[in-house]
């Protein structure tokens, strides 16, 4: 039975079959609802022909989701103590993003971003909590949460003064205050290596991509429905379905054919160049739930987006997902993970696909997409069958 109050000291970062825990499952849940807020927004601005702007909102507040995600999750890998101060400071972590993601409506229509940013600082605030006690707690790894709890706190006072900056700075001081955020952990990383699990960060980004994906599902189910209910449309909206949930599943195989875990044990250097990639990686699949969305909503009724964007809102999150996929996981596993030599090209059709658009039609370019990321899936799991004929992740 665990005591009510355990002291929080840095776990070993070679424990073996380090899982996620019931309560960090719990946890991801409210980016469940933060995930589906964001994607919506994002297909409500395509549709509407507000797609730059749209976009702009999207990625600054996609940032607010994953660093808040990032942080309780590499805290979690170190010091999940999982005694009743844990639990609590975590509900207060959780209530902080429902709050934040009920604030992207007023984000993406109004420009208003106090909701986001209350949200926000009370997550930063059970987060800072959970540093200043292990820094209390643990004296022979103290320089590392001292600096960290110092610097969320000052980044987070900067997140604070944006709310009264003028509309004309938002987007520039958006992306200086994330630079300053995610600086923090390279700085506090000057005061004593941080505590963290290879195989328990793999799994947690792992959980996290299905989470994102869930989007596309969604969209594809939606198809589904509105291909029974449709008359006239019925095989276009087949087509869609069928090529969201074929190419949901090769993304999701593609991502789980790289062996982080193993790489990161190997080369924990480089887990943050692989850690921070990923907010690309995740804004990708976020966006992608959103474009397949518009592409079912365009089959079967007209949209002030044209066809071209609509078809674009599905290609360039695929495209770019599979690049940065690939970009940060060669250099942790160079000779397993996906070959240059394959992505490249079939990342390159998938990004120019759009531009036939008008001879494919979208619901064809969709299906280019679909059989582009299956031929990468294919071409990959018969390198690894021929590097190593039995593969663990």
Not at 18 to 32: G, I, N, Q, Y
Not at 318 to 335: D, I, K, N, Q, S
């Amino acid at each position: 039975m665990r005591p009510l109050r355990a002291r929080m000291t840095a776990r070993r970062t070679d424990e073996r079959h380090r899982a996620s825990t019931p309560l960090e499952l719990l946890f991801d849940l409210t980016f469940v609802v933060a995930a589906g807020q964001i994607a919506g927004r994002l297909a409500h601005g395509i549709e509407d022909g507000r797609t730059v702007p749209a976009i702009a909102v999207f990625l600054t507040v996609f940032f607010a989701i994953w660093w808040s995600w990032m942080n309780f999750t590499w805290f979690a890998s170190g010091y999940d103590t999982d005694d009743v101060p844990y639990r609590l400071f975590t509900m207060m972590q959780m209530a902080g993003v429902l709050i934040l993601a009920a604030g992207v409506p007023a984000a993406f229509d109004d420009g208003d971003f106090r909701g986001i940013t209350i949200g926000y600082l009370i997550m930063r605030a059970g987060l800072v909590a959970q540093w200043i006690r292990a820094a209390i707690s643990d004296p022979g790894h103290r320089g590392g949460p001292v600096r960290t709890a110092v610097g969320y706190s000052v980044a987070q006072a900067g997140w604070l003064v944006r709310l009264a900056l003028p509309a004309s700075v938002a987007l520039p001081s958006a992306v200086v205050l994330a630079l300053v955020d995610m600086a923090v952990p390279l700085w506090a990383e000057r005061a004593g290596a941080a505590s963290w699990n290879p195989h328990h960060i793999a799994e947690r980004y792992g959980l996290f991509t299905i989470i994102l994906l869930g989007e596309s599902v969604m969209a594809a189910t939606t198809a589904v429905e509105e291909a029974l209910r449709v008359p006239g449309h019925r095989g276009p909206l087949a087509v869609v379905a069928l090529s969201g949930l074929t190419l949901v599943f090769a993304l999701w195989w593609l991502y789980y054919l790289q062996r982080a875990a193993t790489g990161l044990e190997q080369r924990r250097r480089l887990a943050y160049v692989w850690g921070y990639g990923h907010y690309g990686i995740f804004a990708a699949l976020a966006a992608l739930g959103a474009g397949l969305e518009v592409a079912v909503r365009r089959t079967g009724h007209p949209l002030e987006a044209a066809d071209v964007v609509v078809s674009a809102a599905v290609a360039i999150p695929v495209g770019v997902f599979l690049l940065l996929l690939w970009a940060v996981h060669a250099p942790l596993v160079p000779l397993t993970g996906i070959s240059g030599a394959v992505v490249v090209p079939a990342a390159a059709v998938v990004l120019l696909s759009p531009l036939a658009t008008a001879v494919l039609t979208t619901t064809g370019v969709i299906l280019v997409v679909a059989l582009a990321c299956s031929a990468v899936v294919a071409l990959t799991v018969l390198r690894q069958s021929r590097t190593d004929p039995d593969p663990v992740r």
